[in-house]
């Protein structure tokens, strides 16, 4: 990769990869046999700009020897994009060499990367598009699965009470700058906690006992299985249980005991 030659423009070279395996008992490497062709058109080219560009400079009637090195830059570096191995890019002309530089690095992994991508993963990646993009006969089901999925988020959302997090720090009474914090230290250290839903964060209200909150819910939590989600265990809450004599465990929260040993029991395999 080189400046080119005014400084508001940057000339991007491709790298060029040899052929792998392109060896031949001949001892003429593949690769090599393919770049002569466009060596040979590269040089005619060249030839043929640096003519162009004496007959137009103002003193004219020069030789190739002696063509000036900013002439023979620019010369090369037309050839270079005519045969698309190189791209001139414009920046901005005020812009520090600083970012420049990081330009150029940048342009430089991308090109390294680029030039690594191997015909098998490029079969991978189109195999993966195709997953994609072919039908599923599962579709439908699945689309019907997340239009009740979402039913039923929007039913909890309106019919079981929901903080946001600065009417937590309201009904807690406390008065500090960031109205957030006190929501945010209370999911961290596990005593609450909150789902998302439409772009919101909603604290259940299930979970406060005069603006703190209630106890059982940390211990609820930790016994709950580590890889249900945050909708999942909100579901859990307001549901029926059996170990509840059919009561929510929301409904139970000051029998702790029961509560609790209702959350570990769902970690517990069916067996049967």
Do not use: C
């Amino acid at each position: 990769m080189s400046d080119a030659l005014f400084s508001s423009f940057l000339m991007v070279d491709r790298p060029v990869s040899p052929v792998a395996g392109g060896h031949t008992f001949g001892g003429t490497d593949a690769s090599e046999r393919h770049e002569r062709p466009l060596l040979n058109d590269r040089e005619r080219l060249l030839a043929a700009i640096l003519r162009a560009l004496e007959e137009a400079a103002p003193s004219g009637g020069g030789t190739q020897a002696s063509v000036s090195p900013s002439i023979g830059d620019l010369a090369a570096a037309a050839a270079d994009i005519a045969l698309g191995q190189s791209v001139v890019l414009q920046l901005k002309p005020d812009l520090g060499e600083g970012h420049r530089g990081a330009v150029r690095a940048f342009l430089e992994m991308v090109l390294r990367v680029s030039a690594t991508l191997d015909e098998s993963r490029l079969e991978s990646a189109i195999s993966k598009l195709a997953e994609v993009l072919l039908p599923d006969d599962l579709a439908d089901a699945r689309g019907a699965l997340a239009a009740d999925n979402l039913e039923l988020r929007d039913r909890f959302i309106t019919e079981v009470p929901q903080f946001t997090s600065a009417e937590i720090s309201a009904q807690a009474g406390l008065k500090t700058k960031n109205p957030y914090a006190t929501a945010a230290r209370w999911k961290k250290s596990g005593d609450i906690f909150s789902v998302q839903h439409r772009g919101k964060e909603y604290f259940p209200a299930f979970q406060f006992r005069e603006g703190r909150p209630h106890p059982t819910i940390k211990k609820a939590l930790a016994a709950l299985p580590a890889r249900m989600s945050s909708w999942q265990r909100a579901f859990w809450f307001v549901s029926t249980n059996g170990w509840l004599d059919d009561r929510a465990p929301a409904d139970a929260l000051d029998e702790s005991h029961s509560v609790v040993a209702a959350a570990e029991r769902e970690g517990e395999e069916v067996v049967g």
